[in-house]
């Protein structure tokens, strides 16, 4: 396994400026990148020649004259105003013509719906499956739609060399087609580091491999949105076939069966973002700790109380501005239609895990 | 200008006595603080504005050493003990950062530091148009920087300087009080720029026409044209925000049925052209000293003034590059787009412009031609980069990465610092009447130059790799690249430290400065240095800025002198006995 914090320069043999080119953008952003880098050396190396040459040729003692006093010459000056402009266009028209294809969806792409809250995202992959991680398909053009239940945020994909902000109030689009498979890492590593860690809190930087074995792409929000910004990524994966990708999202569907509901509650803690503005050690966040929590009585910010049974932490995932914890802001996002009932019980038996 | 023997008309106001100049001719607290003069308000907001810089520059560094490890190496969860997590702190330190740096040191520096003492003294006349008015603009600036420190240290603002919404109507942080700030400030600058553009419309002795005037002047004129005309948006848009905070009257907010996009075009709006109040003075100052230093007259003098009146106009064009990928149309983009690329004609006219003055010339390696040479070379890479982001397809990958924090650091710290340093070294000896040490002035420059390059050439990469910019943490691949970055703003801490000794220094044991210490053409070299109380003892005879075939270098005396031309002086033109109206033409 190739391990980042002892091989730094790993990647740079690959190239020196950019990620690895994993969409069918990255090649053309990489080529418009490029040529205007090459011909901003050709100016910079001229200037720059130019200015160390003058500066010892023409150094001279003090009081000595200037061979010249040119003050102007109107058709030299007139050729580097006008002459450079030529370039100028020509980057605006390559820049504009790969941007055009960038906005532009093909029709009938593989749609995903995104959401993106402070601080994490959720990828919806229709018929009530939700997870934080974005799995894509091989070569298969991809449209996300995406909102914000929040602030501004912005999904940045450094890989597929695509970007966009995610503005609240609005839906924006953004599309790309993967042209690189994630590979699976082998049964024996992948089951190690389970062992190592367990599933729950996941160290992707750690591994460099999600919780089901992939190599990955990093997904940024690049758009500053709050305390924890730099910690709002998630991971891209590309499956090569659609059978793998579908088995993927069936397996993330709902609770597997072999598994306890207060476990997939910690499950969703850890994946859903709850864990951003909820600690389960007593300290405070964004959001009132978890721990001890079910079963005490909470104050409001208007001045009742509650009492937390299973109605009101149900209430509060999916109308969280309903009754507001005295001290604390409504600003939680809420997951009406994201969260099924079994991940609702199971969240409740989570709770109450803690609360023993 | 010849090594030769001297003409016999030559001109030497050689020192003035003790007690005849600015700094001089009243004494104690309140003949500063209650001072019309413009000298003492440039010196004062050069004190204020450097303050400002170091403030921010410590900050900076703050910020650089926590990157130093990708987990935060320096702020952490009990940080003074204080019990705000890591991240929050590192939030608040970088918007400090940005906002002071902004607000209060890259804006004002030229214009209000070096703008004031030196506009009046280059056109020639005794002093800008409304005193009472330029020490008011400095009082509110005064004002408004503490307030806005204030404020924004009391509620630990976390925005970003670009207050950027609807965060910024939705955060605990008091954005209110930082805003107002702001807004404050804001006055400062109009009531700066309205002065300078009455100055240099109304005050230019006879014989100063539009033409002979220093490009300092023009690049002056532009800058207060964008200030004028500029900042009043940025305070209606400040006003709005606060209304939006308070009333919710739905604007911004999207939950109240506003466009959070619709701030960011009223604030670019403004902040856009606030760029080129930034850079467009730092060009005035390069041209003077590249044209000073080489003794060669300026080339293509109309071009380069042309150029800066371009640049304030396009610049406020092109705003909506900001916000190529925060959802505008496809042919909104495509304009900015286009628009963008059309202010970089005139800033490369510069470069070249500067570098045909050079070709030729006779060339002096003194501390400001080191910091103007410097300039020239940070400049550049910061205006080529500028070339990818205004470059639609690579722009999507580069926005909101360290590519653009790179970018903008070349900019405005490679461009507008390297060139007030420039200016600060340029000027000193005419402000204070010290010379500095050369030596201890070039090596500041140098070890400016390599600290700010190591610092800032790595973001580029890191930023074109995909590392996003405003993270309080970042993954291990990008480590080495950040450790590169902090070592370099070390480095130019030093440098900036270097530069602070040694002019601090020439105030205690420096040379006494002739008037003309580099054999410079433009009038404020034929005033003493310091200057008199009304700059100039008879009205100065107006020539071209940029002719040096008077000057003459006095070996025997070690000073440049200028022979007298052959002008009939204009009588009327001899000041009064303190007027109150100290114009030039009265």
């Known amino acids: 396994m190739l391990d980042h914090n002892q091989l730094p320069l790993a990647d740079v043999n690959k190239s020196l400026w950019f990620p690895e080119q994993a969409s069918s953008f990255a090649e053309g952003v990489d080529w418009v990148y490029d040529t205007i880098l090459y011909i901003s050396l050709v100016f910079f190396v001229g200037i720059v020649i130019a200015l160390v040459w003058f500066a010892i040729k023409y150094h001279k003692k003090k009081g000595e004259p200037a061979e010249s006093q040119t003050s102007h010459h109107t058709p030299l000056e007139l050729l580097w105003s006008i002459g450079p402009s030529f370039l100028l266009v020509y980057m605006f028209v390559v820049g504009a013509i790969s941007y055009l294809d960038m906005r532009t969806p093909p029709e009938g792409s593989y749609e995903i719906g995104v959401e993106a809250y402070k601080w994490g995202w959720t990828m919806d992959y229709g018929g009530g499956t939700y997870h934080p991680e974005l799995h894509l398909l091989l070569d298969e053009p991809t449209k996300l739609s995406m909102r914000s239940s929040d602030v501004i945020h912005s999904l940045f994909i450094p890989a597929f060399r695509a970007k966009k902000d995610i503005v609240p109030g609005r839906y924006n689009y953004m599309w790309f087609k993967p042209t690189v498979a994630s590979e699976k890492v082998s049964v024996d590593e992948l089951a190690s580091a389970k062992k190592e860690t367990g599933t729950d809190a ?155 | 200008m010849s090594a030769g023997t001297l003409p016999s008309n030559v001109r030497d106001p050689g020192f003035p006595t003790e007690r005849e100049n600015y700094l001089t001719n009243s004494k104690g607290f309140l003949s500063w603080f209650c001072t019309l003069d413009h000298k003492r308000i440039g010196v004062m907001y050069l004190i204020g504005t450097v303050t400002a810089f170091l403030i921010g520059g410590l900050l900076a560094l703050g910020i650089r050493l926590h990157l130093f490890s990708p987990e935060g190496w320096l702020f952490t969860d009990n940080w003074l003990g204080s019990s705000v997590d890591k991240n929050t702190i590192y939030n608040q330190v970088f918007t400090l950062h940005g906002a002071i740096m902004v607000f209060l040191f890259i804006i004002p520096s030229i214009p209000a530091a070096l703008g004031n003492f030196l506009v009046p003294v280059m056109l020639g006349a005794k002093d800008v148009a409304f005193p009472r008015l330029n020490l008011s603009s400095f009082y509110l600036w005064m004002f408004g920087a503490l307030f806005f420190i204030g404020a924004l240290l009391s509620s630990g603002l976390d925005t970003g300087w670009t207050f950027y919404t609807p965060y910024s109507t939705t955060t605990d942080s008091s954005v209110i009080l930082a805003t107002l700030g702001a807004f404050i400030l804001g006055f400062s600058s109009i009531f700066t720029g ?3 553009i009455v100055t240099i419309n109304t005050m230019r002795p006879p014989g100063m026409t539009w033409f002979k005037m220093p490009l300092f002047l023009w690049a002056t004129y532009a800058t207060s044209i964008i200030q004028v005309l500029a900042t009043p948006v940025l305070g209606i848009t400040l006003l709005l925000l606060i209304a939006e905070r308070v009333m919710q009257i739905g604007i911004f907010d999207p939950e109240f049925n506003g466009d959070p996009v619709t701030y960011q075009h009223f604030f670019w709006f403004y902040s856009h052209p606030a760029v080129y109040i930034m850079i467009l003075p730092a060009f005035g100052v390069i041209s003077e000293l590249i044209s000073v230093h080489s003794h060669k007259h300026i080339f293509g003098y109309r071009f380069i003034a042309y150029s800066s009146i371009a ?91 360290y590519f653009v924090v790179a970018h903008f650091h070349y900019v405005m710290v490679g461009g507008t610092l390297i060139a007030f340093l420039g200016g600060v070294f340029h000027w000193w000896p005419k402000m204070f009447g010290r010379l500095y040490n050369e030596w201890g002035g070039r090596l500041s420059a140098a070890i400016v130059f390599i600290g700010f390059n190591l610092t800032f050439l790595p973001q580029f990469v890191l930023g074109s790799r995909g590392m996003p910019r405003r993270y309080a943490t970042y993954d291990p691949e990008f480590a080495y690249l950040h450790q590169m970055s902090t070592i370099g703003a070390l480095i130019l801490g030093i440098g900036l430290l270097i530069a602070l000794v040694v002019l601090i220094a020439s105030l205690v044991n420096g040379k006494r400065s002739p008037a003309n210490p580099w054999g410079a053409a433009t009038l404020e070299f034929a005033c003493t240095s310091p200057p008199p109380y009304y700059n100039f003892e008879r009205a100065p005879v107006v020539g ?22 052959e002008r009939e002086i204009v009588p009327q033109t001899v000041p009064e006995e303190s007027p109150a109206h100290a114009g030039g033409q009265n």
């Open chain 2, 311 to 401: 640049i304030a106009l396009l610049g406020f064009l092109v705003w909506g590059h900001h916000m190529f990928t925060a959802g505008m149309s496809s042919l909104t983009t495509i304009i900015f787009s286009a628009l963008t690329f059309t202010v970089s004609v005139p800033s490369a006219i510069k470069v070249f412009n500067w570098l045909a003055t050079m070709y030729k010339g006779s060339i002096s390696l003194t501390t400001p031609m080191c910091y103007a040479l410097s300039f020239i070379f940070l400049f550049t890479i910061g205006g080529l980069t500028g070339l990818f982001l205004g470059t639609l397809a690579t722009d999507l990958h580069l926005h909101d990465t």
């Open chain 2, 544 to 565: 071209d800025p940029y002719d040096f075939h008077d000057i003459f270098w006095d070996a025997e005396n070690e000073r440049y002198v200028t022979a007298e031309p």
């Open chain 2, 194 to 196: 309205l002065n300078f």
């Open chain 1, 202 to 356: 996941w160290d992707y930087d750690k591994y460099q491999f999600t919780p089901d074995g992939y190599r990955f792409f990093d997904l940024y929000c690049a758009e500053y949105c709050g305390k924890s910004h730099s910690e709002m990524q998630t991971v891209v994966v590309v499956h090569e076939t659609q059978e793998e990708l579908d088995a993927w999202i069936k397996e993330k569907a709902s609770r597997p069966d072999d598994v306890a509901p207060d476990a997939w509650g910690k499950t969703l803690y850890n994946q859903r973002g709850c864990a951003s503005c909820h600690s389960i050690d007593g300290s405070k966040r964004v959001g009132p700790s978890f721990k001890d929590l079910a079963g005490s009585t909470h104050a409001l910010a208007d001045g009742s109380s509650v009492t937390v049974d299973p109605n009101y932490i149900r209430e509060s995932i999916l109308e969280p501005k309903a009754k507001v914890v005295a001290g604390y802001n409504p600003v939680m996002p809420s997951y009406k239609g994201q969260l099924s009932d079994d991940d609702i019980d199971s969240i409740i038996a989570y709770l109450k895990t803690l609360a023993e």
